[in-house]
């Protein structure tokens, strides 16, 4: 059998395995089957050239065209993902577990794909908040900008995911326009390389945004400066190391952790056996423990019921666990596959020993069980084993000590409050579930344990057909966790993109904002239009052009004509003495919707044009009443333009509607499609 080399891929250049190079075996016949790792790495060239060429590249790209180039390497790696099957069942995944770790890993680029081109702007500024007002003329705002770091994230994961643990720091990471270096974890290198192969070959990536360390980063984070980041996932101890560099201290290099955690699941009181939800709780618990042989960062390690259904919830296990059949993962009939490694399965061996001391093993025996299609020893398997911890509060071992493999805890809680402090006894975990179909119960759960956990699940008969699982994090929700669990936060949307950048607050002119944010400001000098601009296509629109339509006077017959014609003849409109008795008005007023529909009445220019849809309102604010008698006038602005799709863009418009005094009467701003 051949031996892969794993190579290094650096400043645009493969490097093969050289001198330090670690031997890879196989998770199922513990043969040899790839090696690792070249000190002679130049690990200077590779943060130069990502720093150099990668940066520059990205940041000439803008977040639409970076969450374009996404979406095309997640179509790239879905027409390739056999290949990454087919290397994966070394690792001892089963085909279920590539579900999770592949196809996962690819769907997180399709959703901050389409997050970036739906919530991030089409430019390269993205701000956050509104404007700051603090002068008394309007002469001098602020506003909030982010923008792309100007180093490389470094980005080092751990061995159980090899390609989502991957992805799911990479999308974000090159939407927010930084080139990064990623480091798996040498153990599942192999497919991390086939993956990272698979996009450099896609041609989808500008020069210097991916790297590959393959092996150990030498001394690349004594190297770091202020515009790198490090985004880490592996062990506690590997974390404080790492975050411990003396580099990253001085420099305040950005470090993100995500590590061990005691993840806990409860029963809730009221899911009594026979409920739907206690049936729920065991298929959770079991899947948890069984996925990737428990070797996920937010497997139930903690199993919390209430103390008169322990033993209902030991036999339910019991009975499904049974049909759990291990052995080789590329068979189809296997359920579960093998651990990483032996060294991997020794160390859960050594932590089922501490857990030992405080808990009984109740359900599998490591010495005695079955595998099939491959050899139990050579390989590394191991069953599911539940323990039982009869006196969860004077234990401490079982709330902080991690089996990572496929390991459970069940103890029994007195009450929910309890229930909640036993969650809490991890110190920090990624995710706590909750398995409950009372309202009241989620409060409790959300409120008391919300503080201790990056994240909380909670299912029942309702949500039970489409919820994701307990241990899936989505790209949409942060992943990560206080204290234990590293202290860090992943993904979570658009918030994940900003890890990779900074954020600046930029004080000046209302003209000095909005030409740095390509948004209108208020106050900022008005452009005149050449032309009415619904006349005017997308590409001719330029932000802050504006025009101020005619007045136009309101009566009492048009109150009255509104009111009858919709049917809102709410009393502030209809009746003089009834509205005077409300401390917003003088007299009868004007209907919000009919100042609106008023306003477009104004500024429409109605021939067919570039104008294609009006798609929605946003932010509308009605600040003063306007009686029969007085008149309005509107003035539109281009606020915000963002290209949708090869033939029309999205133009945000800021609408103000004044009285005849120029008083503010209303504000909002209007969408609609505009052709290019
Ligand atoms: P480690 O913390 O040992 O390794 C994680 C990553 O850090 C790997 O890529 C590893 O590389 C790298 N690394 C280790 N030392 C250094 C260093 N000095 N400089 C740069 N990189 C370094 O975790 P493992 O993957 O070995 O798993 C060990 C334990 O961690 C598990 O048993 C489990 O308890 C926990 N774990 C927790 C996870 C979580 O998300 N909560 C996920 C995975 C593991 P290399 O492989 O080359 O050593």
């Not at 006196?391 to 409050?417: C, Q, W």
Request: net charge negative; charged share 20%.
């Amino acid at each position: 059998m051949t031996i892969m080399d794993v190579s290094s891929y650096a400043a645009g250049e493969w490097v093969k395995p050289g001198a330090g190079a670690r031997n890879i075996a196989s998770a199922v016949t513990g043969e040899v089957i790839a090696t690792a790792g070249n000190d002679s790495l130049d690990v200077q060239a590779m943060l130069d050239h990502a720093r150099n060429v990668g940066g520059p590249n990205l940041r000439k790209m803008g977040f639409h065209e970076r969450a374009k180039m996404l979406k095309a390497l997640g179509q790239y790696l879905t027409e390739h993902k056999q290949k990454l099957y087919d290397i994966s069942f070394a690792t001892g995944a089963t085909q279920g577990d590539h579900g999770f770790d592949i196809d996962g890993g690819i769907g997180t680029l399709y959703v901050f794909a389409s997050k970036g081109r739906r919530e991030l702007p089409d430019g390269h500024v993205l701000l956050d908040g509104d404007v700051e007002e603090f002068s008394r003329h309007g002469t001098f705002k602020g506003q909030h900008i982010y923008t792309p770091m100007q180093g490389v994230a470094v980005h080092i994961n751990a061995y159980n995911f090899p390609v989502w643990g991957m992805l799911e720091k990479l999308a974000p990471t090159l939407l927010g326009g930084m080139p990064a270096i990623v480091k798996p974890a040498t153990a599942t290198s192999y497919v991390t390389e086939l993956c990272v192969k698979l996009m450099l070959d896609s041609g989808l990536l500008p020069e210097g945004a991916l790297q590959l360390v393959a092996g150990g980063t030498g001394d690349m984070l004594d190297r770091l400066t202020c515009q790198d980041v490090v985004s880490f996932t592996g062990s506690a101890d590997t974390a404080l190391k790492l975050r411990s560099t003396p580099a990253i201290l001085q420099n305040a290099v950005r470090f993100t952790a995500e590590a061990d955690s005691l993840n806990s699941s409860i029963l809730g009181p009221d899911a009594e056996p026979g409920s739907p939800e206690f049936d729920l709780f065991v298929k959770e618990v079991q899947r948890e423990m069984t996925v990737k042989a428990g070797q996920k960062c937010t497997a139930i390690r903690r199993i919390l019921a209430p103390e008169a259904h322990v033993e209902a919830v030991i036999d339910a296990l019991r009975e499904r666990l049974a049909k759990n059949v291990i052995g080789d993962p590329a068979n189809e009939a296997t359920r579960m596959g093998a651990l990483v490694s032996t060294g991997q399965r020794a160390d859960v061996l050594e932590k089922i020993a501490i857990l030992g001391t405080e808990a009984e093993r109740v359900i599998g025996d490591p010495d005695n069980f079955e595998v099939h299609g491959a050899d139990r020893e050579k390989g590394a398997f191991l069953p599911p084993m539940l323990y039982h911890c009869a006196n969860p509060d004077a234990a401490t071992k079982v709330h902080e000590t991690e089996a990572f493999g496929p390991v459970s805890t069940i103890m029994g809680y007195r009450d929910l409050d309890h229930a909640i402090d036993l969650a809490n006894r991890g110190q920090g975990s990624l995710v706590t579930s909750l398995i409950s179909n009372d309202p009241d119960t989620a409060i409790k759960v959300a409120t008391g344990a919300g503080a201790y956990h990056g994240r909380i699940y909670i299912n029942n008969r309702t949500s039970m057909k489409e919820a994701t699982g307990h241990g899936a994090p989505l790209p949409h929700m942060i992943h990560g966790g206080p204290g234990r669990a590293g202290g860090g936060e992943e993904m979570g949307g658009i918030r994940g993109v900003k890890h990779f950048m900074q954020r600046t607050a930029i004080q000046g002119s209302p003209d000095m904002l909005q030409a740095i944010g390509n948004q209108f400001v208020p106050g900022a000098t008005e452009k005149p239009v050449p032309a009415h601009p619904f006349t005017r296509t997308f590409t001719d629109l330029e932000i802050g052009e504006t025009i101020t339509t005619d007045a136009r006077q309101i009566t009492l017959d048009d109150i009255e004509h509104f009111a009858t014609f919709t049917g809102d003849t709410f009393y502030a409109h209809m009746d003089a003495e009834a509205a005077k008795r409300n401390p917003f008005f003088p007299d009868r007023v004007a209907h919000g919707y009919l100042l609106l529909s008023f306003a477009a009445g104004l500024f429409v220019e109605p021939n067919e044009g570039p104008v294609l849809a009006n798609t929605g309102l946003d932010d509308l604010r009605f600040m003063q009443p306007v009686v029969a008698g007085d008149s309005i006038h509107v003035k539109l602005t281009v606020k915000r333009k963002t290209r949708r799709t090869d033939a029309y863009g999205e133009v945000r418009w800021h609408v103000t509607i004044l009285n005849q005094d120029e008083a503010l009467v209303a504000t909002y701003t209007l969408l609609t499609m505009n052709a290019y």
